[in-house]
């Protein structure tokens, strides 16, 4: 059982920074291990991946937040991050970190971060 807890997100004006973390609890789960998301889902639109790091620190990102997202990872703490900077409206959304573990799914509870013009 895996259980990811997400903190941060809420009002910014475009332009603006914003860090999420994700922390993973779960018995000898350690996100050092496996590859960690994170996902949004805006209003009435499908949930979306933003950013991957795999396992082996690989990074990959939607060619929306390219250049102004970036996801990392604090292995000692089994903590995920995205930092957001040069935010836009569009990025207006709920986001999610996830990571699978034996084909099976695991999601954060989900962080709102709205995005002002």
């Known amino acids: 059982q895996v259980q990811l807890v997400q903190s941060g997100g809420g009002f910014v004006q475009a332009g603006g920074s914003m860090r999420l973390s994700c922390v993973a609890f779960?018995?000898?789960?350690?996100?050092?291990?496996?590859?960690m998301n994170w996902y949004r889902q805006a209003p009435g639109m499908q949930r979306e991946l933003v950013a991957t790091i795999t396992s082996r620190d690989n990074t990959d990102y939607a060619g929306a937040v390219k250049g102004r997202f970036t996801i990392s990872r604090d292995n000692a703490r089994n903590t995920v991050y995205l930092q957001m900077n040069n935010l836009k409206p569009e990025d207006t959304a709920v986001y999610y970190c996830?990571?699978?573990?034996?084909?099976?799914?695991?999601w954060g509870q989900g962080t709102q971060v709205i995005v002002s013009s």
């Open positions: 779960g018995n000898n789960f350690k996100i050092a291990d496996t590859d």
């Open positions: 996830k990571t699978d573990v034996s084909y099976r799914d695991y």
